[in-house]
């Protein structure tokens, strides 16, 4: 598999992906447990390859967030483990009747759901990803072209070899998955509209906008994580800071944590104090607006460039607004599209804001670091999606299938109908 070229393996991806689209849910079950037992076996050697990146990491200072990200260790493996078990129990979401309508007698129409294809994944220096994505193609029937950030370079190769070796002996085609190990084979990938269906990327926003103006292949994800989490006047305390410290601070180099918190200034005097006291004993470095270093001392200035940072750091950045109509205009123009939580006991107030807030996730009294593919239920997540076709929010099995329409009739011509011969019944099947 790695003599390949990339034309090489798009097209023998090409070429599994038309097998996995009839592979049963059996196989593909047996297929997952198979790539967990022997990454659990084989977790040693793993463990070896991650030290081996996250030193050379080190050697040529990568940036701590970064570090965090390339771990890949036996919190990281129960983890993604987690994640296959649960996807063996999930439904196959393959071959599922979508819609049924009967044109005619005799003629039936049925809208059943497919995979897409060949997915071109690439992604940041988070070795876990790498399974979480291969695992939802195999379940989902597609096959994959991966290619991980440089850093994670041994680790994913060992992850790939492991996941090919496992799913080969349950019967899946070899070259369903492939590891891609060059910038120089990226190029090549975005030139591939006949052989990739969609392209994944994740990473910075500049990074994604490269990917999109610069491939004709379909782009699906997202660019920045610029999370808010917005404590409303009618908040309770205590919730309040345990949330937005949650969402900042339990895990800082991910794009579901939030970079800024909104806070009325109804409740400033009595909410700030606690709360910048909560996040700095986090080891949280606080920056505020004015209104905000007004109330609390000691805090750094947060301006307009910080409104629009994200920081996947120790850092937030808090500011004081005048009503919830200045918050979700700001959330709206400085925000990602990603995801954005409201603290309130005041559920008609949590509606009116979940409801013009423009993101993908919106979230009432909890963490925004729930928005997550795994903790929705999904098994995993290839990414998250901040656009508003195909899918949004979490990417998990279904944002990965398409559908067809079938057919099926008994001779029938479009000319009986067009000369009125015969007439369209259109009745939904399996309804009275």
């Not at 508003?388 to 990417?395: E, F, I, T």
């Amino acid at each position: 598999m790695k003599n390949l070229s990339i034309l090489e393996a798009a097209r023998g991806a090409r070429k599994a992906s038309i097998e996995m689209a009839s592979i049963q849910g059996s196989v593909k079950n047996n297929a997952l447990k198979a790539v967990a037992a022997l990454l659990n076996e084989k977790k040693e050697e793993i463990f070896k390859a991650n030290s081996m990146d996250i030193q050379a990491a080190k050697e040529s200072g990568v940036a701590s967030p970064l570090l965090k990200r390339l771990k890949f260790d036996q919190a990281k493996l129960d983890g993604v483990l987690d994640g296959i078990n649960t996807l063996t129990s999930l439904d196959d979401p393959s071959g599922m009747i979508k819609l049924a309508i009967q044109l005619d007698t005799g003629l039936d129409l049925y809208r059943v759901s497919c995979p897409i294809g060949v997915i071109g994944m690439i992604f940041e220096s988070r070795p876990d990803a790498l399974v979480q994505i291969s695992t939802l193609c195999l379940k989902s029937g597609n096959a994959v072209l991966l290619k991980g950030g440089k850093e994670a370079f041994e680790t994913n190769r060992i992850l790939t070899r492991i996941i090919a070796e496992a799913t080969a002996r349950e019967g899946i085609p070899s070259n369903w998955i492939f590891n891609v190990e060059t910038r120089e084979e990226v190029a090549e990938m975005l030139a591939m509209d006949n052989e990739i269906d969609l392209l994944i990327p994740r990473g910075s926003n500049e990074f994604v906008r490269y990917i999109m103006d610069n491939s004709r292949i379909p782009v699906m994800g997202h660019a920045d994580g610029i999370c808010h989490t917005y404590i409303h006047k009618d908040a309770d305390v205590d919730m309040a800071v345990s949330v937005a410290v949650d969402s900042k601070a339990q895990y800082v180099a991910v794009c579901n944590a939030t970079e800024t918190i909104l806070m009325d200034a109804d409740v400033a005097e009595k909410i700030l104090p606690p709360l910048v006291h909560s996040l700095q004993g986090s080891g949280v470095h606080v920056k505020g607006c004015e209104k905000t270093r007004s109330i609390v001392d000691g805090l750094d200035s947060a301006a307009g460039e910080d409104w629009a940072t994200e920081y996947l750091d120790m850092i937030v950045s808090i500011r004081i607004v005048n009503s919830m109509d200045d918050a979700i205009e700001h959330i709206n123009r400085y925000g990602s599209g990603h995801t954005d939580a409201i603290i309130t006991e005041d559920r008609s107030a949590a509606e009116f804001f979940m409801n013009r807030v423009d993101s993908a996730n919106v979230f009432h009294n909890c963490s925004t670091r729930f928005s997550d593919g795994f903790r929705y239920g999904f098994g995993a997540e290839v990414g998250i999606s901040t656009g508003k076709l195909h899918a949004r929010g979490p990417v998990g099995l279904e944002g990965l299938m398409t559908y067809k329409y079938k057919l099926y009739g008994h001779g029938q011509i479009v000319a009986d109908y067009a000369s009125g011969k015969r007439k369209f019944t259109h009745k939904p099947i399996g309804k009275d």
